[in-house]
Structure formats: structure tokens, C-alpha cells
């Protein structure tokens, strides 16, 4: 009598099917206001540079020629929907180099999101996503800033 093993092969599959599901846009927009709900502030750090250069978030801080502080209360993911929106409206794609940062996003004290090339380029969880409207253009027409 023959037997097979079928459960490795059930658990690879099982395993393949959330990796790749949090590629999805509309998934990473969802932790990212799961991740925005968990949190009362939020920071925006903008760099103004030329030419080649790749900064971690710690140098995006400490270099940064902008800086946004906005306590939200309970609703960080409501002030920043139209920042959710965008990366919603996003495509998946693979990771480039981390180069040219100009934005960096820090989600209280537990996460970041970093955006490169103008902005449009966006790194949340080790994951990438392109927009061709860059963040930059999103904040200038929000008004989560200063208003809400």
C-alpha cells in the first residue's frame, strides 16, 4: 500500500497565500490605517536634496529641512486618510535601492514609511509601491497639516 504526504504540500500552500496577498495595495492600506488607528501622532520629515544619496530614517531626521508634528488624538487614521488613499491607489512592485528618500513618515513611535524618487516610490513594511503622484503633492493638497 502506498502512502502520500499531502501535508507539507497543504502547508507550503497555505504559506504562499498571505505573502502574497500583502503585496496587494489595498491590503498594505489597510494595516497602514490599522497601524495609524494604534497611534495618537504622527511625524513628517521632508528632505530637500540633489543628486545621489540614500539615508536611513535616522539621517531623513536629523537632515530634514521640514518637519510636521500632528497630534491626532484616537484618529490618526482619519487625519490621514487621504495618505492611506494614496498608497490604496498604489501598484506593488519590487524594492528598488533605497535612494533619493525625500519623505519619511514616522507612525508614532512604532513605524515608518519611507517615500523616495519625488515621492512616489513607497516603503511600508518592507514592502514597495509605486504611485506617479508623489506624497508631497498629497500633503500640499490635504489639509490634515493644519485642519481637521
Not at 17 to 45: F, G, M, Q, W
Not at 106 to 113: K, P, Q, R
Not at 136 to 143: C, N, Q
Request: some cysteine; glycine content about 4%; overall charge positive.
Amino acid at each position: 500500500m502506498r502512502r502520500f504526504r499531502l501535508a507539507p504540500l497543504f502547508f507550503t500552500a497555505a504559506i504562499a497565500i498571505p505573502a502574497c496577498a500583502a503585496d496587494n495595495p489595498e491590503t498594505a492600506s489597510k494595516e497602514l490605517s490599522a497601524a495609524l488607528d494604534r497611534v495618537s501622532n504622527v511625524t513628517l520629515y521632508f528632505v530637500s536634496r540633489t543628486g545621489e544619496y540614500s539615508y536611513d530614517p535616522a539621517t531623513m531626521r536629523s537632515k530634514s529641512s521640514i518637519r510636521i508634528y500632528r497630534s491626532c488624538g484616537g484618529n490618526c487614521d482619519i487625519v490621514m486618510d487621504e495618505v492611506i488613499q494614496h498608497l490604496k491607489a498604489s501598484k506593488s512592485i519590487e524594492c528598488l535601492d533605497q535612494k533619493q528618500q525625500n519623505v519619511l513618515m514616522d507612525i508614532g513611535d512604532s513605524e515608518v514609511v519611507e517615500y523616495s524618487y519625488s515621492g512616489r516610490a513607497i516603503r511600508f513594511r518592507n514592502r514597495c509601491y509605486f504611485n506617479n503622484r508623489g506624497i508631497t503633492d498629497v500633503i500640499r493638497a490635504s489639509t490634515f497639516p493644519f485642519g481637521y
